[in-house]
């Protein structure tokens, strides 16, 4: 299935059906007053998230979405019916934006979430409701409201943990093949992958997290150069960045650390957010590194990158040292987890005794005897 991220969608929702004005004119009730019913609802156009769907290919191809309209009201008291609503089902991650204001109306991260896009319009009345002491044979009736035209774009955003950050030919793709179930594309040419892979990485039998793999960067990619910045949206989700560096380039005219400091580059340039994620350095194809020349070559890379964070160095062919990388990066996952969730208690505890505790010296508390 072709991988799309983005769409465009037109939504027009039901009109609601007119009201009717109508007269009882049955046998033996020749004067008996207006009957005269309403009409329908229109439909309404509503999203659901769904973690069955992985792509918006569905929404590339069928663009106009339209609802139907409510029936007219009829005499005898015969309300019109309202028109089913429609779902649109999309997957879970993602982002929908009125496209001429720029409005973000919903983000759906969660499975079954649901969302209204598009409002049916309201009935109208039939004369049955104008009737009043003076005026018993009211002619009065009102149509039926328009139901709301969207122009909407969706933008998937996949739901990671961990997201995969490089130059093409990094090695990104043999990594997330070697520690996870995701079978991307690997080839020895650059940008190989052309859209985000995903893949659950197994650290026990109940211990796992799922890692992104985007299409790799080059100098200049915020401005359109490679495929540009336009799978970076995938990581802004995840809760922690890998950036893979091939520290053996095939070409000897090639500098690892140019080109980290260019993948850093544009990423600051794309989103302040993004850049500020916390970071890991991976330093990848060591098995091309002859062993006596390792520790060089990486303390040498690290000085001359300015980097002071988490190092790791591993061989993503060969598979060596990825173990103690999904072990350390489980663990960070699982404590930020806790930390988050001792924030929101601390937080709704702190709420509760906001709301209980009473200042007897309050004047809005006096008691009046």
Not at 17 to 42: H, I, L, M, Q, T
Not at 133 to 151: D, L, Y
Not at 308 to 330: N, Q
Request: charged share 30%; aromatic share 8%.
């Amino acid at each position: 299935m072709k991988f799309i991220d983005e769409a465009k969608i037109e939504l027009i929702a039901g009109d609601g059906g007119n009201g009717v004005a109508s007269f009882c004119r049955e046998k033996f009730r020749p004067f008996g007053g207006p009957d005269g019913g309403d009409g329908g609802k229109g439909g309404s156009i509503w999203a659901v998230a769904d973690r069955n769907v992985n792509t918006l290919i569905d929404y590339r191809y069928s663009k106009l979405h339209k609802a139907r309209n409510g029936e007219n009201g009829r005499g005898s008291d015969c309300y019109g019916k309202g028109a089913d609503d429609i779902f649109l089902r999309m997957p879970v991650g993602t982002l929908i934006v009125d496209h001429n204001t720029g409005e973000h109306i919903a983000d759906l991260t969660e499975h079954e979430q649901v969302v209204l896009l598009a409002q049916g319009g309201e009935g109208g009345w039939g004369n049955i409701h104008f009737k009043t002491s003076t005026n018993r044979a009211p002619r009065q009736k009102t149509e039926g409201k328009e139901g709301q035209r969207r122009e909407l774009r969706l933008e998937l955003k996949v739901l990671a943990d961990v997201g995969l950050l490089g130059m093409p030919n990094a090695g990104k793709s043999t990594f997330i093949s070697a520690v996870s179930n995701a079978r991307p594309k690997i080839a020895d040419y650059p940008f190989t992958t052309l859209h985000p892979n995903l893949g659950v990485v197994r650290v026990s039998h109940e211990k796992s997290f799922v890692i992104a793999d985007i299409p790799g960067l080059i100098e200049g990619a915020a401005d359109g150069a490679g495929l540009g910045v336009q799978f970076l949206r995938h990581l802004q989700r995840t809760g922690l960045l890998l950036h893979i560096v091939d520290l053996a380039p095939f070409e000897d005219t090639v500098d690892p650390v140019k080109e980290a400091k260019a993948i850093v580059k544009e990423l600051q340039k794309y989103d302040d957010s993004l850049f500020d994620k916390p970071r890991w350095l991976v330093l990848n194809k060591l098995d091309v590194v002859p062993e006596a020349d390792r520790k060089k070559r990486v303390k040498d890379f690290v000085k001359r990158f300015g980097w002071k964070g988490p190092v790791f160095e591993i061989s993503a062919l060969t598979r060596d040292g990825c173990e103690d990388l999904i072990t350390e990066i489980y663990g960070y996952l699982e404590t930020k987890r806790h930390q988050e969730h001792r924030s929101e208690e601390t937080q709704m505890t702190e709420e509760a005794r906001g709301i209980s505790s009473i200042d007897p010296d309050d004047p809005r508390f006096k008691v009046i005897d």
